[in-house]
């Protein structure tokens, strides 16, 4: 019910008519948040590329992807943004990401800032991945995206492991995201550890009893094999 135009037939001219209304929506979240100073669909002659919001003041693009997106074309974005002093923060839509499987994308961004969103919220969250699964989410944070600022040093020891990792690899963090929380809540870093913990543990028996099996089923196949050739 508010004002808007609409295109009588597709322009491939006007960058909007190929998103969703979730990628839209998305925008408009971000540019409330972060208020005067960013820009939505900002342009980039000198690299060719338009954003989906540039924050200019801190050198930052904001990349919304609410579809499938391959490795390779993220690598090119961020390669292209960062040659001109830029950092890239990818917001993925829970549409499409954050499922069971993690997509080539997800793996792409793990050493990148990145957050996930639904209709309600931008967040953060604790998982365990392993072998290219994730075996487990916990402890979704609804994050204040205009709170991104450069990564604090902190002691490695102040974090949970898989918080570890990202502390080290993600040059931006949210004020209020999981990295910058748990240090100041000792019954939250307790709750995220053991939580790890009993993961890892369940993926490594779990992992050490395929092999098993595996071994078994290699040597009764050689004994076949050589029982046949005997004869």
């Given at each position: 019910?508010?004002?808007?135009?609409?295109?009588?037939?597709?322009?491939?001219?006007?960058?909007?008519?190929?998103?969703?209304?979730t990628h839209l929506k998305l925008q408009k979240k971000i540019i409330e948040s972060c208020g005067q100073g960013s820009f939505e669909e900002y342009s980039?002659?000198?690299?060719?590329?338009?954003?989906?919001?540039?924050?200019?003041?801190?050198?930052?693009?904001?990349?919304?992807?609410?579809?499938?997106?391959?490795?390779?074309?993220?690598?090119?974005?961020?390669?292209?943004?960062?040659?001109?002093?830029?950092?890239?923060?990818?917001?993925?839509?829970?549409?499409?990401?954050?499922?069971?499987k993690v997509s080539a994308l997800e793996a792409t961004l793990s050493t990148t800032t990145h957050y996930f969103a639904n209709d309600n919220s931008i967040?953060?969250?604790?998982?365990?991945?392993?072998?290219?699964?994730?075996?487990?989410?916990?402890?979704?944070?609804?994050?204040?995206?205009?709170?991104?600022?450069?990564?604090?040093?902190?002691?490695?020891?102040?974090?949970?492991?898989?918080?570890?990792?990202?502390?080290?690899?993600?040059?931006?963090?949210?004020?209020?995201?999981?990295?910058?929380?748990?240090?100041?809540?000792?019954?939250?870093?307790?709750?995220?550890?053991?939580?790890?913990?009993?993961?890892?543990?369940?993926?490594?028996?779990?992992?050490?009893?395929?092999?098993?099996?595996?071994?078994?089923?290699?040597?009764?196949?050689?004994?076949?094999?050589?029982?046949?050739?005997?004869?």
């Amino acid at each position: 019910m508010q004002l808007h135009f609409y295109h009588l037939e597709k322009s491939d001219q006007c960058r909007q008519h190929a998103k969703s209304e979730t990628h839209l929506k998305l925008q408009k979240k971000i540019i409330e948040s972060c208020g005067q100073g960013s820009f939505e669909e900002y342009s980039f002659p000198e690299i060719g590329r338009i954003a989906d919001i540039a924050w200019p003041d801190k050198k930052l693009i904001f990349e919304v992807q609410c579809s499938q997106m391959t490795a390779e074309e993220a690598r090119n974005r961020q390669h292209d943004y960062t040659s001109i002093g830029y950092e890239v923060i990818w917001i993925l839509s829970e549409m499409t990401y954050n499922k069971r499987k993690v997509s080539a994308l997800e793996a792409t961004l793990s050493t990148t800032t990145h957050y996930f969103a639904n209709d309600n919220s931008i967040y953060d969250q604790c998982d365990v991945i392993v072998l290219g699964r994730r075996r487990a989410r916990f402890l979704q944070r609804p994050i204040l995206i205009a709170s991104i600022q450069p990564r604090l040093p902190q002691a490695v020891e102040q974090l949970p492991v898989t918080m570890q990792v990202r502390n080290q690899q993600w040059k931006w963090h949210a004020r209020d995201d999981l990295v910058s929380e748990l240090p100041k809540n000792k019954m939250l870093f307790d709750a995220v550890t053991a939580f790890e913990q009993g993961i890892l543990q369940e993926g490594q028996k779990a992992t050490s009893t395929f092999f098993s099996r595996m071994k078994e089923g290699l040597k009764a196949l050689y004994y076949s094999l050589l029982e046949g050739f005997c004869r």
